[in-house]
Every structure is written in structure tokens, then in C-alpha cells.
């Protein structure tokens, strides 16, 4: 059974700052990797996903993969008071459906 | 916006009572998905399908939740006999079909239970 975790679970940063969030996640088997991002009382949306290990930016924003670690990460340059928000990682199989960690709060101060 | 459109936002409901919500999922997208994200933002998957066919269902769905997805109307998800443990953010999520794909939500019914 996957089980994926985040961390931390609130950050507070300053405007400007570099930002790292964190998700593990515990069946080797998983193949698809994202990051979305949800703003209070909001859908969830996508920010980014990788597929196979290593790294890919979009943007001010980086995801990194080491499956072998069982570990994915997302990166923000430059935060934004409007990055304040809920980010979720989500981990799946082939065939099976999205899992979710239960979020990283994050507060980007001016 | 949000593409996907989910009613009501929010209801109300006695425990026991039958609570319904719908959603319109992306236009293109065949595959739609249920989830429950408690307030602790837990994201338990229910159920998903792909038309009208179910691909997968956990056993809580299986028991009081009912859910269809019926060509040419909106998808819905629908509680039997409500629980104060039911009380969440129900999101309805779109794709394409395959999996790999990017989940597209709407932005929730709220349900609440008293």
C-alpha cells in the first residue's frame, strides 16, 4: 500500500526567499510524480510533474526526482506572497490512481 | 477558472439524510475521479471512472456511497445515510485517459453533517 508523506507541514518564508518542499513516498513500483499546489477554498491545480529521475524546471519553479531515494522535491525561486498556499504531492503506479500527501502549508511573508 | 464544475458547493445534512453532488467533468476528458479531503487535507481516492464504466472503488464506496457517471449528464456522487465522519471537501478530478495523466479538479462540494 503507497503511502506518501510531506514536509514539513507549515513554512513560513520571506518574500525573495528559496523555497524546498519535501515528499517520500514508499512503493519503488511508482512512475508518475506531481506537484500541485491548491490556494484557500480553491480547486487543486497542477504546477508541475517528472516522470523519471532527475531534474526539470518550469519557470521559478524546480522538481526533483531520486526514486531510488523514494524521494521528490519542489523548489521555488524567488517566492511570492501569492505562493502562499496548500502544496500536495501526488505519486501513482501504471494504472492506478493518484495518492496524495497531506500538504505543506507555506506562508511567504513580504 | 476551473473547467470542472462541481454543485453544490456547500450542503448540509442531518445524519442519516441522503446528500447528492455533481460534476461536469473537463470537456475531452473521459476519465473522472472522486476524492475526499478531510480537514486535516487527507485526499482519500472513492472511486473513479472512464465513461460510464467504473475503473476502481475502494470498499467504503462500495457500502454507503453511490456514484454513476451516465453518458450526456453530469457525474455524481451521492451518500446514502450520512455520517458526521463524512463531513468534507468532496473534489471531483478530470483527465485524459491513460494513466500519467494530470488530475483537473473542481473546486469542491463541502458537506457538512450535523
Known amino acids: 500500500q503507497q503511502n506518501v508523506q510531506q514536509s514539513p507541514e507549515s513554512l513560513i518564508v520571506p518574500e525573495g526567499a528559496r523555497t524546498s518542499l519535501n515528499c517520500t513516498f514508499s512503493d519503488s513500483a511508482s512512475q508518475y510524480f506531481w506537484w500541485y499546489r491548491q490556494h484557500s477554498g480553491k480547486a487543486p491545480k497542477a504546477l508541475m510533474?517528472?516522470?523519471?529521475?532527475g531534474e526539470k524546471e518550469e519557470g521559478r519553479f524546480t522538481i526533483h526526482l531520486n526514486k531510488a531515494s523514494l524521494h521528490f522535491s519542489l523548489h521555488i525561486r524567488d517566492s511570492q506572497p501569492s505562493d502562499s498556499a496548500l502544496y500536495l504531492c501526488a505519486v501513482s503506479g501504471s494504472g492506478t490512481y493518484q495518492r496524495f500527501g497531506t500538504g505543506t502549508k507555506l506562508q511567504v511573508v513580504p | 477558472n476551473s473547467k470542472v464544475i462541481q454543485t453544490p458547493r456547500y450542503l448540509v445534512k442531518g445524519q442519516g439524510q441522503k446528500a447528492k453532488m455533481r460534476c461536469i467533468p473537463e470537456?475531452?476528458?473521459?476519465?473522472v475521479f472522486w476524492y475526499q479531503q478531510n480537514k486535516n487535507n487527507e485526499f482519500k481516492f472513492l472511486i473513479n471512472?472512464?465513461?460510464?464504466?467504473?475503473?476502481?472503488q475502494i470498499d467504503m464506496t462500495e457500502k454507503r456511497f453511490s456514484a454513476e457517471c451516465p453518458s450526456n449528464s453530469p457525474c455524481s456522487l451521492e451518500i446514502q445515510s450520512s455520517e458526521a465522519g463524512d463531513s468534507a471537501l468532496y473534489l471531483c478530478a478530470s483527465s485524459r485517459t491513460g494513466t500519467g495523466n494530470t488530475l483537473y479538479f473542481g473546486e469542491g462540494s463541502r458537506l457538512i453533517v450535523v
Open positions: 470537456k475531452g476528458h473521459p476519465v
Open positions: 510533474s517528472i516522470f523519471s529521475n
Open positions: 471512472f472512464q465513461n460510464q464504466e467504473v475503473l476502481q
